[in-house]
């Protein structure tokens, strides 16, 4: 159900229309149990009447049986864009099942970006079999965007663009768009003006195009400051520069910087996605979105971000394990420990995690790295001084010593100011170094505040306690 | 600089272009010692030459003091797209010093949707003051966005807008579009397609116009399966929708569904980027991108979600000293014990940050959340039974006692059962009684992978070992 055919629209419509976003589960429930009793005919018609999105969303969220079924009997009425659509990890699966010239069919109805994205993760002697089955034209650009870097621009444009000189006039263009209507993309915004040599020197908004009178020459009405991306040029500083100049379309040149695609916005948004996704789940420790990942795929990928964590926390107790004899006499310190090193470990991920952001935004440079070290430091000190007082109180009263509450306090403060400082150094750290700040830094800090936790604490007591 | 400006333009040109991203370091550098040095007149020039995301950069970089300096002096010297750019918390204080009339100045140059995002986090009596000093026009166009709800499509939306009927042929279009080409938006991309009611019936994307003949009657090539928005759905639906159906541009329509306006991709991709930012900073408990907050505000801010995981860890402690008794008998348990309960709180994490992800993206419905929540669930047996065994025979060999390590096997296994079962679920069910599942899954999973490991584990040890 698409919004407009909402039966009325008053400001309550909220919740209504988040309901109608994707296909609903009565509908999904419908086509499982036609599925299930058979009815292929009935279904083929209902398969078909779904948009692309709804189809994507069928086949992402039925069970794996019966997506095989659907997959196996419905595949000729699926529109192209479903595969290129479908969550990458599923696709694969997918893809790999179909047989190559099944698979070829698909690709050559694709937009060359979309045609590339669908075969780039497949096994490689599969994606030579499709390569085989494709026109020579269609084989001739894949192999092309195939040699260019993963996560770069050049696997990101496409190669269908409209290009002219900048000598020619409004009237001559749009004379040249009606005639060669039915070779141009799809769909296009900007006009792309080049040399005869096919170097860049401007860009055309259609809307500039449409606004002037015929006689106009294209070179008065152009954008100048046009941002051309080298092929070579990763995909996430490709987001960036789009996301900073606000741009629509950007030409792709070669090494020659000659003219060989454009990125368009909405190959962009699909980057910040991954991107912004791809930064959370790995603070997390996961890799890639692992939703459709089978149970023990999932399973061995998740172990080893766990192993490291085990050989942090085995750490942390290598340090408990050293005031063993204070413990012994007074267990109160092995009740209260857990909480000043979780408190380091959450007032850390804090810091850590606006470092992080602020890295993959390029809000952090030279400038003000040191600043906002600074910042984060402070703020643990602060913060650190509160709940100093406020566990300070409870575990004086709790266990009757106001001593163990001086203590508590003492190494919450250590604590709070360590976990801002490697909080935000860390990451900061790690990128410096070349490193990626999303992937380690959660690991580093961890054994920060653990190990800073524990000994401060365990350490203090031992000193004034015991 | 930009891009196309590198000298040489090589394959390994990857690491030049993204230092050529933003302003660099040496440049904000001389900035500085010409703003100390009070060399007024070489610096208005310098920061003239600046591009609108170079100046964002300039003014967000700096130090506070620099900033004021540079903010006094030279506000008139800045494009009035550079406030809207800026962090919002730093434009707010920025504007905030600023006369209402050169505010008022500032936001009559914007287009509505970032003029209105301009004024919107201001004090009311700030932006009454500045809404008096707007021409006529201006103003009611402002006071009607600030009607709509906060994060509305009504306040996304722009208000210049290109709007034909569809009995209108290609000529007439694009000689109504010369003709008028002067108060047209600057930057438009799709033509809606209107009745006299002002309903709407379709859209024309620019490039059909410009490939049709002048015969051509405009309902002919009208796209007509627009994705109309009411102006009172969330923004999150308004991105998801673009997403989705990959559109550039969708008209906004009021309760009678009359068209008031257009939201247009960019200020969608602004939208993503700011969801997925508020998702990984809510995980982490952090409010909003705090980066450019003054200390204090920020210490506060996040001293609330440091104390909800107080209480956490006291609950923690509490379970805890139900075993002292037994600690004080095998003071092992107290070296092993945050183990057992870390290892819960990361193979947690990583469950509850897929589900997370999969909700904000909408791939979670009743179709398929118990196959999540079942899948996290053997995930986690899984990756329980592998770390049982290692930590197990780590504990045997470390406390010469085997049935020490029989012990935190099997409290492994149970804490890793539930990491993956409350990782997942949590988030769901948060998400299913309207709670927001980013915020407050990570506090719940806390307590329960705290409060089943050290139970689990000193309970098992109460039981077989003393």
């Known amino acids: 159900m698409s919004v407009q055919e909402q039966p009325s629209l008053t400001m309550d419509l909220n919740e209504a229309a988040a309901e109608s976003i994707g296909l609903s589960d009565a509908r999904i429930a419908d086509i499982i149990a036609a599925l299930h009793e058979g009815y292929a005919q009935d279904l083929s018609g209902l398969i078909a009447s779904l948009s692309t999105s709804e189809t994507v969303d069928l086949i992402q969220k039925i069970g794996t049986d019966d997506r095989k079924v659907l997959l196996d009997e419905f595949t000729d009425f699926f529109d192209p864009d479903v595969f290129s659509e479908l969550d990458p990890d599923l696709r694969r699966d997918t893809l790999s099942e179909m047989e190559a010239h099944k698979v070829a069919r698909i690709v050559s109805d694709l937009d060359s970006d979309d045609a590339l994205d669908l075969i780039l993760n497949l096994d490689p002697i599969f994606q030579k079999e499709i390569l085989r089955k494709l026109s020579a034209k269609d084989r001739v650009t894949l192999e092309e965007g195939l040699t260019f870097p993963e996560d770069s621009a050049g696997r990101l444009m496409q190669r269908e663009f409209v290009a002219i000189p900048k000598f020619w006039t409004v009237g001559k263009t749009i004379d040249y768009l009606r005639a060669a209507a039915e070779d141009l993309p799809d769909d296009f915004r900007d006009i792309i003006i080049i040399d005869p040599a096919y170097h860049v020197s401007g860009e055309l908004p259609l809307d500039r195009l449409v606004k002037s009178k015929r006689s106009e ?107 063993d004899a204070t413990i012994e006499q007074l267990v109160a310190l092995a009740v209260l420990m857990p909480i000043v090193a979780s408190m380091g470990g959450n007032a850390g991920t804090q810091a850590l995690t606006v470092a992080v952001r602020a890295l993959a935004t390029k809000e952090v440079s030279e400038t003000n790295m040191f600043r906002i070290i600074w910042k984060e430091t402070l703020v643990g000190t602060l913060n650190g001084v509160g709940f100093a007082i406020i566990m300070g109180l409870i575990a004086a009263l709790w266990f009757s010593s106001p001593l163990l509450g001086f203590v508590i306090g003492a190494a919450m403060i250590l604590n709070l100011i360590c976990a801002g400082l490697f909080g935000a150094g860390i990451p900061i750290f790690l990128n410096r170094i070349g490193a990626d700040p999303a992937l380690a830094s959660t690991v580093f800090l961890t054994t920060v505040t653990d190990v800073v936790g524990f000994f401060g604490f365990l350490g203090l007591a031992a000193l004034f306690l015991v």
């Open 217 to 323: 020459k294209i070179e008065n009405i152009t954008l100048d400051t046009t941002h051309t991306v080298p092929a070579a040029m990763d995909q996430e500083e490709v987001a960036m520069i789009f996301r900073r100049e606000g741009l629509s379309t950007a030409p792709v040149i070669d090494e020659n910087e000659r003219l060989i695609g454009v990125i368009t916005i909405d190959d962009v948004i699909d980057v910040i996605d991954e991107e912004a996704a791809e930064d959370i789940l790995k603070l997390a420790g996961v890799e890639g979105g692992d939703l459709y990942r089978a149970v023990l795929s999932t399973t061995t990928s998740r172990f080893k971000w766990l192993f490291v964590n085990l050989i942090t926390a085995i750490v942390a107790s290598l340090v408990i394990a050293m005031f």
